[in-house]
């Protein structure tokens, strides 16, 4: 019979391997996660659908910007832009001067030319109601009204202006005002011209309304002469042309 103690019997342990002397488990090994798939041909073929798309997109918007700005600059070339015609008094004469100073009255033919340049060379321009008048200083001595003229491309006219005053009252002021400009060394008198007008503007585009027209010139010296107030005709004095400021109007109007 056999002992035991002599043969004895191994112990059975369940559990982890011990490894280490801690005794944590064992580290799994890593492994890399698996290759994306390359895409399947419909994937590939609706990429390059969408770039193709995308790049139309973007050519098409940057030729309708260009059409835009071609458009914008071919439109504003072809529109003419009106511009105020300029007016200039080419010759003046006065005749049959007689001023009473006891009686304040004024008699007087003013005889003018003034010379109207276009500017616009695609344009042509109508005046109707035109008046003019001359003045010393704010006091109108004669006021006329003259006839409606035209005015092609570009062109130069010269209207003619004939204004007289027959036995006119004035007031004291443009009495002793004149005498004393007639009483210098060459009898110069200042007067003051003005030409009311509605005018408008036609081409092949473009048709406006009527705008007022107002011409000032100022200062037109009329020389007598002798430096007495006996001179009867003066002739205009200074360098001619003598410009006038034209001032278009930006109300407009409709003629009746």
Request: net charge positive.
């Amino acid at each position: 019979m056999s002992s035991s103690a002599g043969n004895p019997k191994a112990a059975v342990v369940t559990g982890y391997p011990v490894s280490g002397s801690n005794g944590a488990p064992p580290r799994r090994p890593f492994y890399p996660p698996p290759a994306d798939a390359p895409p399947t041909r419909y994937e590939t073929f609706f990429e390059r659908h969408r770039r193709s798309c995308i790049m139309a997109l973007e050519v098409f918007i940057c030729l309708v910007l260009f059409a835009v700005v071609i458009f914008v600059v071919v439109i504003s070339n072809l529109i003419p832009d009106p511009r105020t015609p300029e007016f200039a008094v080419s010759s003046a004469c006065v005749t049959g001067f007689n001023l009473s100073a006891q009686q304040q009255q004024l008699s007087a033919s003013f005889d003018l030319n003034l010379t109207v340049h276009s500017l616009n060379r695609d344009m042509r321009i109508y005046y109707e109601h035109v008046t003019a008048s001359v003045l010393y200083a704010s006091d109108i001595l004669s006021e006329n009204t003259l006839a409606p003229f035209y005015q092609g491309k570009g062109e130069t006219s010269v209207l003619r202006v004939r204004l007289v005053a027959l036995g006119e009252y004035v007031n004291s002021n443009v009495v002793r005002g004149i005498e004393s400009d007639r009483g210098r060394g060459d009898g110069a008198v200042g007067f003051n011209v003005r030409v009311l007008s509605l005018y408008r503007f036609r081409s092949w585009l473009l048709n406006t309304s009527w705008y007022t027209l107002s011409v000032y010139c100022d200062d037109v010296l009329i020389g007598f002469g002798n430096g007495t107030n006996a001179a009867t005709t003066g002739y205009l004095l200074g360098s001619a042309p003598k410009k006038c400021l034209a001032i278009s109007d930006s109300r407009r109007d409709t003629p009746n």
